[in-house]
Nanobody, 117 residues
Framework: VQLQASGGGLVQPGGSLRLSCAASGSFFSITEMNWYRQAPGKERELVARSRSGGSTTYADSIKGRFTVSGDNAKSTVTLQMNSLKPEDTGVYYC????????????WGQGTLVTVSS
């Protein structure tokens, strides 16, 4: 199972970015697809979760600004980030809980988001 993330970059405060992640490989199903981020000098934290049933979860720090959308048929997840703040800067990682012959957690390579004027 491979996860390919894209869409990071440099944006000014108040701007928007859209991150995308696609899962590929051989698997039965994806239980959930998530976005984590790791800011400089900080631990990795969960930003948003998209479950296969359609429910979502957000970190308090990004509620109302970010929207996660999962597409079960395409095995993709997007993170629309609006009203970005400098504290949103970090490496964003795509994560998926995937059923193959067992259930495992898989990670993408990370994409850098920099919010700065």
């Amino acid at each position: 199972v491979q996860l390919q993330a894209s869409g990071g970059g440099l944006v000014q405060p108040g701007g928007s970015l859209r991150l995308s992640c696609a899962a590929s490989g051989s698997f039965f199903s994806i239980t959930e697809m998530n976005w984590y981020r790791q800011a400089p000098g900080k631990e990795r934290e969960l930003v948003a979760r998209s479950r296969s049933g359609g429910s979502t979860t957000y970190a308090d720090s990004i509620k109302g600004r970010f929207t996660v959308s999962g597409d079960n048929a395409k095995s993709t997840v997007t993170l629309q980030m609006n009203s970005l703040k400098p504290e949103d800067t970090g490496v964003y990682y795509c994560n998926a809980i995937v059923r193959t012959s067992y259930t495992g957690s898989y990670w993408g390579q990370g994409t850098l988001v920099t919010v700065s004027s």
